[in-house]
Structures are given as C-alpha cells and as structure tokens.
C-alpha cells in the first residue's frame, strides 16, 4: 500500500534519530541568517574620573542602555539562551556584565532590552586614562557596548545546538562642560559575529 502524504512526513514517535536527518537538510534550504542589532540610546548617568595625576586612576560610571534587536528570518526562530552586556574603552572592559533574560525571538520578531550597566571604581592605565581626558576635552569620546553569549536557532520542533554571538555597538558620546554633561549622539547599527 503506497505511504500517504501524511504518513511520508510525520516524523518516527520511537525513535530520537528522526532528528539526525531531517535536521541539517532543513538547516541548508532554510539558511539562517544572523540578527541584526541597534543600539538606540545610552543614557550616562555618571562618568566620573579620579585624578590622573594619582598612581591609580579609577573610572566610575552608571550608564542605561536600550539596545533593539531584529530577527530577519522568515521561518526561524532564534532562542537567546545567555547574553551579557557590557562596556568597554579602548578595548578594555569599564562595566560590570550584566546578564539579560534568556529570550525567544520569534519570524521577523523585534526585541528591545534595556539593561543598566555599571562600573563602580574601575581601574585604567596612565595611558587610558589620558587618552580618556584628551576626548573629554575634545568634546566627544566612543564607549562600545558589546554582548557576548549563545544563541540556538529553532525551525518548528527543531532545535539547532549553541552558537556563540558577539555583538559590538559603538556608542559617540558628547562631552559638553566636563564629565557631568555626557550624551549619547545617535543610534548606531552594531557589529554582530556567530560561530560555534
């Protein structure tokens, strides 16, 4: 008796292995393709530097982001399962992480977070240190936000394994009177990088 349209499709109830080989062809038709994330706003509560001229210079800052993110996919989902945002000057991390809930983005989904970030009394080098005061002067500095952590992509009851993502947003703030007037100047479109 020739096998039925639904019968041909419905996946083995005994056995786990059905996943193994309707997975990874579904993973090539479908082609995920990665997020795309904004940050829209970065709020600088404070921004205070001790003095330079002190063997150890310690950065304190408080600051409120709001970072967008969008699903482009059609027909995947993605499953963020761990991110942390914070930070960074030059490279170097000036915030604590601080972790975001896990989420589900569904087809064409948007999501926006808005996650505090502090960096009480953070240790810089001289050299950071300077340079941080050399673009206050000048009126405008660049912080990054970034993210780090793991996503799984999901199609129907398919769910891919853990891929990691990095997000990096660049944040040009301007300096108008000193450290008490930070501002955040515009939104920006941020780096995104998965791998496994």
């Known amino acids: 008796m020739p096998l039925q349209a639904e ?19 579904l993973w090539l038709v479908l082609r995920p393709t990665k997020p795309k994330f904004f940050l829209s706003d970065a709020t600088v509560i404070s921004f205070n530097l001790t003095s330079t001229s002190s063997p150890t210079c310690l950065l304190s800052s408080s600051i409120q982001v709001s970072i967008t993110s969008r699903n482009p996919n059609d027909r995947i989902g993605i499953r963020y399962d761990r991110l942390h945002v914070f930070a960074t000057y030059r ?8 972790a975001l809930p896990p989420t589900y983005q569904g087809h064409n989904d948007i999501t926006t977070w808005s996650p505090f970030l502090y960096g009480p009394s953070v240790p810089l080098s001289p050299y950071l240190a300077n340079a941080l005061v050399q673009d206050v002067n000048a009126g405008a500095l660049m912080i990054h ?15 891919s394994g853990h891929y990691h993502i990095q997000v990096r947003c660049p944040a040009i703030l301007s300096v108008n009177g000193g450290w008490s007037s930070v501002r955040f100047m515009r939104v920006t479109t941020c780096n995104v990088d998965i791998d496994s």
């Open 7 to 25: 019968e041909a499709v419905a996946p083995d109830p005994e056995s786990d292995h059905s996943l193994y080989f309707v997975g990874p062809p």
């Open 91 to 98: 490279y170097q991390q000036i915030t604590l992480s601080t």
């Open 145 to 159: 936000v970034r993210i780090d952590g793991r996503l799984r992509w999901k199609v129907g009851t398919w769910t």
